[in-house]
């Protein structure tokens, strides 16, 4: 069992600690080509092909977890079954010298306090790629990896996304609901700008194993 980073914003982080979100979508690096069908979209263990000096084909001396088909092949950069992922989010120091999550809460587990942190107290905004292993405190065990193309998301998987109760300000203000699915691909849009091009993503399903994680 390893551990790995992943970074999640304020808004789903909030939805992992209510119990909301299951599940994350993350691109491929690098897409492969158009017409790539792997030989299954759950990622598993595989001995890959490589060519040896001679170039001929030979099978690798070691087994790797990931996706492909008969030319491309992909390793799941969020490890395999049974991994865990240490979530990093934002934090602040607001409320100096103790750090605080910017979604709530002291990194050392014992407050639960909400606070603005664009506030008049505001003394420094620490983005999530920053936060150093310690201070994490929720901790992630991957379940499922698989992959699939972006608009294959289904309402249910929109809802384990956590958009089960998605309202965006112009639904308000419309005065009409806007479903998950519309939502997840409204706030992808916004974000990698490529809802069109419809690129592979890894499914990464998860269970929460700890909400304290950085307090040790």
Not at 92 to 117: I, R, S
Request: a negative charge; hydrophobic letters at 40%.
């Amino acid at each position: 069992m390893k551990q790995r980073p992943i970074i999640f914003n304020t808004e789903m982080v909030r939805a992992i600690l209510d119990g909301r979100k299951t599940q994350t979508r993350r691109m491929f690096k690098a897409q492969p080509h158009d017409d790539w069908a792997p030989f299954s979209t759950n990622a598993e263990w595989y001995t890959p092909t490589i060519i040896d000096k001679r170039g001929f084909y030979q099978p690798a001396n070691h087994e790797v977890f990931g996706v492909s088909d008969e030319d491309c092949a992909f390793v799941s950069p969020f490890g395999t079954i049974g991994d865990q992922l240490w979530v990093r989010e934002a934090m602040t120091k607001a409320h100096w010298p103790d750090l605080h999550y910017v979604c709530g809460g002291l990194t050392a587990g014992t407050g639960d306090e909400d606070f603005d942190y664009r506030g008049a107290e505001y003394r420094g905004f620490i983005p999530s790629i920053h936060m150093p292993r310690w201070a994490a405190r929720i901790l992630l065990e991957v379940t499922v990896i698989r992959v699939e193309r972006l608009n294959e998301i289904s309402e249910d998987d929109a809802i384990k996304e956590g958009f089960d109760h998605s309202r965006s300000a112009a639904a308000k203000s419309a005065g009409w609901y806007e479903k998950p699915r519309t939502a997840f691909l409204r706030t992808w849009e916004q974000i990698y700008h490529n809802v069109d091009a419809n690129p592979w993503v890894w499914v990464i399903e998860f269970r929460v194993i700890s909400t304290t994680g950085g307090a040790a």
